[in-house]
């Protein structure tokens, strides 16, 4: 049977996760790959689900007062050097421009991997007195990271992101616009994608490159592996302080700005799929759905059938719902595993013996329950049907993150516990370098974050012994 | 005076209209200039106007049945060189990447000027059967062109657009297509910029580097000089031909798909600026301002009055309308004067006498008309004058081309018409790239189009005598 080919072409996820993956990023029409080594094309279905995160962020974003801006996507070599561990942390893996036209550069240029370097060398003129500040900027773009493996949405050589960058007068303001901005992210993970999200810092070892603080927060996917899914870091006045962006304050004296940024980017399409999605493929979430809802006739060539399903969908459309009919000539059962792959999150059939009885059926994605409906009722039934799934498949994500959630209290556990699981192990930790690095050589795991919720789980660290001071969560990320 | 000083500080246009374009750019707060040469900063209210561009004229593509995608941004110097004509129009100025990381790279490749040889390497894989057909897909992005000389807006070497890239069954498809999207140029011009165009057609001099057939929309500037503002290109099938693009007709025989490309770009805001400023600045049409009405309080200081202020704004608010209060401590006089800087379609005055009598002034932008209106018709007049800005700006842009648009009938006119004024001439051409030459050699004008309006002004060519084929239109270009 054609449908069942269809289906069977995706490896089980219990099977081979990464290769469940790759088969759905594929048969789902996300993803394609190029002639450009570690870069892909973003085909409509996976980019209408970027439009969907970007419109509903940005709204997060401007309810909160940022502007959006746009700067340049080169970056001269003397402009990225200026603060030392940033250059560090990027240098080598950017792209670099040599030559414009037929002449080679006075100065190389790399492609932006992110544009800290330059906003300070924007802000240095234009931010002059108190009255200019906060400045709350942030741009939609794309930047690149040369890296050397390369995995549709997780890591590639070219992502779409955005990226905030803000300067204030005081280190209070820098400090609670990056711990706002965090929590708008959170947020937006859990009240739109239905991801549960551990909202925490990350250890100086793991903080980014040239900040003082960063925040993060962080998703299991459904292998159990870590996925950092958005960051806000605080810079402190170091980047002022390299790039000389002072101010004239109300006390008429000369001070450096405080700085933050934050971002998130397209990886957050391979969480989606990492936790929603089954081995019928993908699972959407209905607020990111670019189709909603798939009305099947059946027996479409049946008189009337078309012209009903075509009534659904304009009532519906009507409504608001993001609504389609699918009327090409293969069979319903392929259309069922087709619209399933693509993991569109309602199905409604309809043939000659529904419209005769005055009635359709309702197919939900996540859980495959099918609800009988009259027309009349049909607009409302929908929009339960899709509200309950989007808080529904939030639910059931964090059900399952709290399944595969560990504490250890020591590395005899904490070993045990890696040997055996892939999840979030929670472990008391000294604050050393030494023990985050034990541990890491030792198990292969990272520190994920030290969670705002703290909890006291023992006295001591996990790895040394010695007093504990923070609350870990460790895991495997991608 | 305080409000003078800002003033005074713009080149009035008559004096030097290319220092009152950058007055205004910079004035108005749209762009900044960077360290990066050539490239430039979109700050807030530049990069605002583009986003109103941006979801306007998406949604009118997506009416047509555009779907968006995202290919890379670099392209393999081997695949750059695959069509003859595109390689030889781009490969003079293109930025190239030649190192990733630390490594150089084993094959150079440069940063999309344009992505035709993108999605021809894309669609030659994605393309199998009729079935597939059409493909009509769109990107937004930014692309890097190494230009010598750059202008905010105009030229410079990184800039923002769109690109529409289609693939066809049938050459009748792919003009239609063509065709379709020019219309939908001009009429996002007309009734969105309030900007009239001349639509045509590109003579072979001027087409684009690759194509069959090149549509242009051209409009007329302040100055008389004439602005390129969105092309739309029929490649036949020799792209296809060059990438080896084919599909297997309903006939069952393997077949060269035909293709288009279409782009619009951020040169459209300099298009704003100098069809609709004046010597108080930008000037900006109601659909495309990031403020629509600005309230401005009079001596705020008194009771009730910025309280009266915010309960306007937030009447216009629930309306729909883009508003804001500037209750900054500038003077009333500093206030507007900004505001017509920045090109606010509408101010609203109120002060304690108005707030006694129950009434505001509304000021247009464009003409500066005062109206006086109760608090109970302010939103319903605020709404009437917008659209009465929206129609008379287009309207009186289009009296403004219609007053410097001149008529040539042999070489004599058309040096005097050029020698004295600035705009479109219209005269008769043989078709022979010869005269064409000749008219850009000796007057320093290029043919703009031959628009799809032809008029016989007479038998014969302009600048040979022998028999005129076609009507063009003459002018000096940004």
Redesign the interface.
């Known amino acids: 049977m054609a449908e069942k080919k269809m289906v069977e072409a995706i490896t089980a996820m219990e099977e081979d996760f990464a290769q469940w993956y790759t088969d759905v990023v594929k048969k789902a029409e996300l993803v394609?790959y190029?002639?450009?080594k570690g870069?892909?094309?973003?085909?409509?279905a996976g980019?209408?689900i970027?439009?969907l995160i970007q419109s509903q962020l940005d709204a997060r974003f401007k309810a909160t007062g940022v502007?959006?801006?746009?700067?340049?996507?080169?970056?001269?070599e003397s402009?990225l050097q200026v603060e030392k561990d940033h250059v560090e942390g990027f240098a080598?893996?950017?792209?670099?421009?040599?030559?414009?036209?037929?002449q080679p550069l006075q100065e190389r240029?790399c492609?932006r991997p992110t544009s800290e370097t330059?906003f300070c060398?924007?802000y240095k003129?234009?931010i002059q007195s108190y009255r200019d500040l906060p400045k709350v900027?942030n741009q939609w773009?794309?930047v690149?990271r040369?890296e050397k493996e390369t995995r549709p949405f997780l890591r590639s050589?070219?992502f779409?992101w955005q990226e905030g960058h803000t300067a204030h007068a005081t280190a209070e303001d820098a400090e609670a616009r990056t711990q706002q901005m965090l929590n708008v992210y959170a947020d937006f993970c859990e009240q739109v994608l239905a991801i549960p999200v551990v909202k925490g810092r990350k250890t100086d070892k793991e903080k980014f490159a040239g900040a003082e603080a960063t925040y993060t927060i962080e998703a299991l996917m459904h292998d159990g592996k870590a996925l950092q899914s958005g960051t806000s870091h605080n810079f402190g006045d170091g980047f002022a302080k390299a790039f000389g962006i002072q101010f004239t304050d109300k006390d008429n004296k000369l001070k450096y700005v405080h700085q933050t940024s934050w971002g998130m980017t397209t990886r957050l399409i391979g969480a989606i799929i990492m936790v929603h999605g089954d081995n019928r493929g993908l699972c959407l979430p209905p607020k990111v759905a670019p189709t909603q809802v798939m009305v099947v006739p059946i027996a479409q060539k049946k008189e009337g059938v078309l012209e009903k399903a075509e009534e659904l969908r304009q009532i519906l459309a009507d409504k608001g719902f993001r609504v389609k009919v699918d009327d090409t000539d293969k069979s319903p059962g392929w259309k069922f595993a087709e619209q399933e792959m693509r993991g569109i999150p309602v199905r409604i059939e309809c043939g000659p013996k529904d419209i005769e009885a005055g009635k359709c059926i309702i197919c939900r994605r996540d859980t495959f329950e099918k609800i009988e409906v009259s027309f009349e009722e049909l607009a409302d039934k929908v929009a339960e049907v899709l509200d309950a799934m989007q808080v529904e498949m939030l639910e059931r994500a964090r059900a399952h993150r709290e399944a595969n959630t560990f504490v250890a209290k020591n590395m005899e556990e904490l070993e045990a516990i890696f040997a055996e699981k892939t999840g979030f192990v929670k472990a008391m930790w000294c604050g050393d370098r030494a023990c985050e690095d034990t541990i890491k050589e030792k198990l292969s795991v990272t520190s994920r974050c030290m969670p705002f919720e703290q909890e006291e789980l023992s006295d001591t660290c996990v790895c040394c012994g010695k007093k504990a001071q923070k609350m870990v969560y460790w895991g495997k990320a991608y």
């Not at 080598?92 to 037929?102: C, D, K, Q």
């Open positions: 394609d190029t002639s450009v870069c892909m094309v973003f085909k409509p980019y209408a970027w439009e502007q959006n801006v746009y700067l340049p996507m080169f970056i001269p402009l080598p893996e950017v792209a670099w421009v040599t030559h414009g036209g037929l240029m492609v330059l060398d924007f003129n234009d900027y773009c794309s690149v040369w050589r070219e779409l």
